[in-house]
């Protein structure tokens, strides 16, 4: 006689796996948020929280990548300090870097869609994640600077120095480490 085991948790499941993986994401961008360098000229801080979200969207797809910078703004919004320098709430949603959290859940699932898209390519997976990884921090960028525009009543000149263009090289640097961690780690 066989007797099956029904603990819900005894095969585990690739859902489950991947629940367990979307919820890491979240956190580490959340831990992402604290390891900041302020720009005096600027209200938006450099945090390795863009370096989470690349790889979220890369390793985890657009479904669990999206879904896990969703749980990370819904934190935030629900007031647990996780948005950059221990924030938190819907005002920091609303207000000039409330543009890049949203651009976080739209970059992990467009970086998700692209890198599904290219899963069975012949081209080298490095240069595909690193270009799938660009497009995703153009669209952080984009969702940033228009917030900040709106929110701080500046021009696109003030807003793109303000917002981005201090911020570019080490985007550069995040994008080729997650590029590499995502050509040779599969989840």
């Known amino acids: 006689m066989h007797i099956k085991n029904s603990h819900p948790y005894s095969s585990h499941t690739p859902e489950l796996r991947m629940m367990v993986f ?13 390891i900041q360098v302020p720009i005096p000229f600027s209200p938006v801080p450099v945090t390795l ?3 989470f979200v690349l790889l979220a969207g890369s390793m985890l797809k657009s479904k669990w990548g999206s879904l896990s910078m969703i749980v990370y703004t819904l934190l935030g919004i629900a007031g647990l300090p996780v948005f950059a320098g221990g924030s938190s709430g819907i005002g920091v949603l609303l207000g000039p870097t409330g543009g890049y959290i949203v651009g976080f859940v739209l970059a992990a699932y467009i970086i998700g869609k692209l890198s599904e898209r290219t899963e069975n390519t012949t081209k080298s997976k490095l240069f595909i994640n690193a270009l799938n990884m660009s497009i995703g921090v153009l669209v952080i960028y ?6 900040l525009m709106l929110v701080a009543e500046i021009g696109p000149g003030a807003a793109l120095t303000l917002g981005a263009i201090p911020f570019l090289p080490g985007e550069i640097v995040k994008t080729a480490v997650a590029a590499y961690i995502a050509s040779t780690h599969e989840l």
């Open 22 to 34: 979307a919820s890491l994401f979240a956190a580490l961008t959340a831990a992402g948020a604290y």
């Open 142 to 147: 984009v969702c940033g600077v228009s917030q």
């Open 49 to 51: 929280q863009v370096f």
